[in-house]
């Protein structure tokens, strides 16, 4: 049950007390914590070059945001039930801001990926408590319409976050970039303490054993994806972290059927209709960050674009993004089938990415142009729908907790998608070129001037269409099961059978 003071209504008790800025500073956190994902790869070069490290080190700066974005937006999904919806959100826009401070005044990269996990976890308690007041506070179309402002927010900063981070890396250089975004992490927190407090009534103690169990697992099977090229899958570290990570989460598994106060209900994932809106969103997000994240190097190696012109020509994937939310969400306030949205939305996002492995060096931003938009407006109708739809089908006492599962999705698939697609395009990368550390160069962008130049592009190239027909292929088989769980789930707000 849901309450802001006494009220234990079945409605979000807040609903009609809510304060005028609770919708503002959620969205402006949402907007931040986007941007913060999209405009970081295009630094990647940059940074490469000014700390002088490639490869494992470098991908870090990514991954590890990811990473404690997954693994820590659930936690704090449910630990924002318990303990306040606005208590966490405050106190994860400050860890937020602390991390990009400290990456902006980093001296080497081992503190820039540290930095960088401690701004993830920040991230995922934004995101996952800033759903969560969302969800207390509206109901109905209502709802509907400020998940879709939500998706339309996340829309807007992955969009511009590629161009604007270009713009300010080319102006201020990166480290003046994330000093920025230290500034407006610090306004939200401020922001944020005018919003009601929410939270569920009767809630159980934090179930410290199982979020330290899911931490553990998700951070040992990311290291171990991102090891494996350097080190190779025999290696007895990656074979023992690998090892590790799987059982901790099978212990994990274990240990939430037992809990009386579980991270992730064991009745939340039972709940076929969720858990297709879930994996719905788990697609999308496999497909559109791999290319989010790795392209803007390739187009700065292989076509010579600048930082900014990269974050431009990252548009054609962005600003769908920013657009399609709110048609979707209106055609299905309209009565149009939300389930048909989303079906068509996961055919267009496996295409696209399909069409990318026709990727050229000779022709680079031609190639990848229309591939792009069919992606992003897949991304678009998913980011719109998604969220407000399986929402709608948990109880209110348990929004938080629905929140981080679902941003635990996005993040666990933006986090393995970074490590998995950067060990494809290394591993291939060092069949080709017959040296690792060559690979690991060539795939942060430092492609060699001289006569050997064109065999490097040429493997470049090749890495990237094997790895875009891998994710291709896996967001299909997705696909199909997202289809039948959605198809035979029950049916969320105004949406057709």
Known sequence: MDTTTADSSRRPASADRRSPLTL?????????????????????????????VSGAALNWVVAGYNLAFAAMTLVAGSAADRVGRRRV??????????????????????????????????????????????A????????????????????????????????LITATGWRGSFAIFTV??????????????????????????GSALFIAALALLMFTLLEAPARGWAHPLVLVTGIAGLAALVIFGVAQRRSAAPVLAPSLVANRGFLGWSLATLTTSIGFLGVLVFLPTYLQAAAGLSPAAAGVAMLLLTAPVLIVPM???????????????????????????????????????????????LIGVGMGASFGITDGQAMALVPADAVGMAAGFINTLR?????????????????????????????AAVSAGRVT????????????????QMTQFGVALLCLVLSVIVGVLILRGPAGPRQAA
């Open 184 to 209: 407006i992490g610090l306004l939200i927190a401020l922001g944020a303490t005018r919003a009601r407090e929410s939270r569920a009534s009767g809630a159980g103690p934090v179930d410290r054993a």
């Open 89 to 134: 959100f405050i106190v994860a826009a400050l860890v937020f801001a602390a991390g990009f401070l400290a990456t902006a005044l980093s001296p080497e990269i081992v503190v820039t990926d540290v930095a960088r996990i401690v701004s993830g976890a920040g991230g995922a308690g934004i995101m996952a408590a800033g759903g969560a007041i969302l």
């Open 449 to 464: 001037t001289g006569a050997g130049a064109a065999a490097e592009l040429d493997a470049f190239t090749w890495s990237w």
């Open 24 to 52: 503002p500073v959620v969205l402006v956190g949402v907007v931040l914590v986007a941007m913060s994902i999209s405009g970081t790869a295009v630094a990647l070069p940059s940074m490469g070059r000014d700390l002088d």
């Open 327 to 373: 048609v979707a969400v209106t055609l299905v306030n309209k009565g149009v089938s939300a389930r048909l949205l989303i079906m068509v939305a996961l055919a267009l996002v496996v295409a696209g990415n399909l069409w990318l492995t026709g990727l050229n060096a000779g022709d680079a931003v031609s190639a990848v142009a229309a591939p792009l938009v």
């Open 411 to 439: 993040g666990a698939a933006e986090a393995l998608v970074i490590a998995a697609f950067s060990a494809s395009l290394i591993g291939l990368l060092a069949t080709r070129l017959g040296d690792g550390d060559r690979a």
């Open 136 to 167: 207390s506070s509206y109901d109905g179309a209502a709802r509907n319409r400020a998940f879709a402002l939500m998706g339309t927010m996340a829309g807007i900063g992955i969009a511009i976050g590629p161009t604007l981070s270009g713009a």
